[in-house]
C-alpha cells in the first residue's frame, strides 16, 4: 500500500526534538546583544515616528522590526514548564526592552515638539478590550507559529496584530508633553496587551506538554540569565 506523504500530524502532538529546537531557538533570539537592542531602538524610533505623523503603514513598519515578542514567549515557557529562572532572566530582558522604547518615544517627542497625536489606536474601554483579545489570540499563533515550522512565514503578520509597542511609544510621548490622560490610558493598554500574549502563549505551551522540556528550558535560562546580568 502506497504511503501518503501527505499525512498530517495533530496540532497538538509534538515530539521532544521539536520542543527542544523551539526552546533553542526561542532562548537564541531572546539573548540581551547588540542585534537585540538596536532592533529595538530602530523599532522605537520608527513606531514613535509614526504616531507622531499619524501615519499608520510606518507604525506598522516599526512593528514588523521589532524583537520584544520572543522574550515574552519565553516568559510564557518558564510559566509552561515551572522554570523560575527562564522567568526571571526574560523578565528582566524585557523591563529593560520597555524602558528603552519609552525613553526613545521621550526623547523623539522631545526634540520634534509637541504635537496633536491622533488616536491611531483609540481610546476608549472597547479598544482595550479588543485589543486584548488581539494579543491573547497574537499569542497563541505566534507560539504555534514557532512550534510548527511549516506555518513559520505567519511571524511577520503576528508581529503586526502584536501591539506592544505603539501604546509604550505613546506613553512616551505622552511624558514629553505631560499628557497624563494619554499616558495613564496607553499604559494601561499595553500591560492588557503584555497580559493576553503570556496568557495565549502559555495555554499553548502547556497542551503541547512543554513541561516534558524542562530540563533543556532550565539549561538554556541559565545562559540566558548569566547573558542578562552582564549587560
Do not use: C
Not at 78 to 107: H, M, P, W
Not at 135 to 156: C, H, M, N, Q, Y
Not at 192 to 219: E, H, M, P, Q, T
Amino acid at each position: 500500500m502506497k504511503k501518503n506523504k501527505f499525512k498530517q500530524e495533530h496540532i497538538l502532538k509534538m515530539n521532544k526534538t521539536d520542543q527542544y529546537r523551539t526552546v533553542d531557538e526561542l532562548f537564541k533570539r531572546s539573548q540581551p546583544n547588540s542585534v537585540y537592542y538596536t532592533m529595538l531602538v530602530l523599532s522605537a524610533f520608527i513606531v514613535t515616528a509614526g504616531l507622531l505623523l499619524n501615519n499608520a503603514p510606518i507604525v506598522i513598519g516599526g512593528m514588523l522590526v521589532t524583537p520584544v515578542l520572543t522574550p515574552l514567549l519565553v516568559i510564557a515557557l518558564g510559566l509552561a514548564t515551572g522554570e523560575i529562572a527562564a522567568i526571571k532572566g526574560t523578565a528582566l530582558l524585557t523591563l529593560k526592552s520597555f524602558v528603552i522604547i519609552v525613553a526613545a518615544a521621550v526623547l523623539l517627542t522631545f526634540i520634534f515638539g509637541p504635537t496633536k497625536v491622533e488616536p491611531i489606536i483609540g481610546d476608549s474601554l472597547r479598544t482595550i478590550v479588543l485589543y486584548f483579545i488581539v494579543a491573547l489570540t497574537s499569542g497563541v499563533a505566534a507560539t504555534f507559529a514557532w512550534t510548527r515550522k511549516e506555518i513559520a512565514d505567519v511571524l511577520p503578520g503576528i508581529a503586526i496584530a502584536v501591539s506592544l509597542v505603539p501604546p509604550l511609544g505613546l506613553v512616551g510621548i505622552g511624558i514629553s508633553t505631560l499628557n497624563v490622560a494619554m499616558m495613564r490610558f496607553n499604559f494601561l493598554l499595553f500591560l492588557f496587551n503584555l497580559l493576553g500574549i503570556i496568557v495565549g502563549s502559555l495555554v499553548i505551551f502547556s497542551l503541547l506538554k512543554f513541561y516534558r522540556s524542562d530540563k533543556k528550558v532550565k539549561a538554556d535560562s541559565e545562559e540566558l540569565k548569566e547573558m542578562t546580568e552582564k549587560k
